[in-house]
């Protein structure tokens, strides 16, 4: 009997063993995995599209030098409808993280004639960003993630921080399907996911409310969906 129990008690010691080295292997990817997802991209070019017509661009260079890596973003697309321009945007940003920590974002934004802008920065010795922005200023918790689509982070996060205002906004992504998608000359094996918001009381036009199309082999966001006045659309053009 008690060699059978000590047999049983090895058993489940050796079992917590396992999984415990098996957390700590997930822990271990998770956290120093990521930015070195993209530390041999030069860039992602992506058009931005309205109800199938090309309106603009989203493009974003990376910079990589020892454990900083910088991710710079210019945006510009306008709306023209019977030779009306509805809507603009032009916007700059900067985005630069010190061992997978996001330290520093700036952007400057003119949408449709008013001007929106984001200086962030995170303070460790307490922890946290310190945002001041257009629409929000104040403290965040650091693991919120810029809303920007380079980064495959936002499929994980739940939260994410404008990269045009700086406001904060909960979110929930759940994982719809695997798929395949034709991107220009490629065939692509990808992750389809739904981004919403969480909180209910926003105003339908601050909702968030995509479809996102995510390939896990490059690590690339390769297209995104989204319904506002027509149907929109930021999809790869070209990365290297």
């Known amino acids: 009997m008690n060699f059978l129990y000590k047999i049983k008690s090895m058993k489940i010691k050796f079992s917590s063993i396992i999984f415990a080295l098996t957390i700590l292997i997930i822990i271990i990817s998770t956290t120093y995995s990521y930015t070195d997802h993209y530390k041999n991209f030069k ?30 973003n210019t945006t510009e697309f306008k709306v023209i409808v019977l030779g009306v321009k509805l809507f603009s945007i032009k916007s700059i940003s900067k985005e630069i993280y ?15 004639k008013k001007n929106k802008f984001v200086s962030l920065n995170f303070d460790k010795e307490l922890d946290y960003f310190k945002i001041v922005g257009s629409s929000y200023e104040g403290a965040a918790n650091k693991n919120n993630v810029v809303g920007n689509w380079w980064n495959h982070k936002i499929l994980t996060a739940n939260s994410q921080i404008s990269p045009l205002s700086g406001s904060i906004k909960k979110q929930k992504v759940t994982f719809i399907s695997k798929e395949t998608i034709n991107i220009g000359d490629e065939s692509l094996e990808v992750e389809h996911f739904k981004l919403k918001s969480t909180d209910q009381n926003l105003k339908p036009d601050k909702k968030l409310d995509f479809d996102i199309w995510y390939n896990r082999e490059k690590n690339i966001i390769f297209k995104v969906e989204y319904n506002r006045l027509g149907k929109w659309e930021y999809i790869v053009k070209n990365y290297q």
């Open 43 to 72: 860039k992602i070019e992506m058009n931005v599209y309205r109800n199938g017509e090309i309106i603009g661009f989203s493009n974003y260079e990376f910079i990589n030098n020892g454990n900083i890596l910088e991710v710079l």
């Open 98 to 112: 010190e061992n997978d920590q996001l330290i520093e974002f700036n952007s400057k934004t003119l949408q449709n």
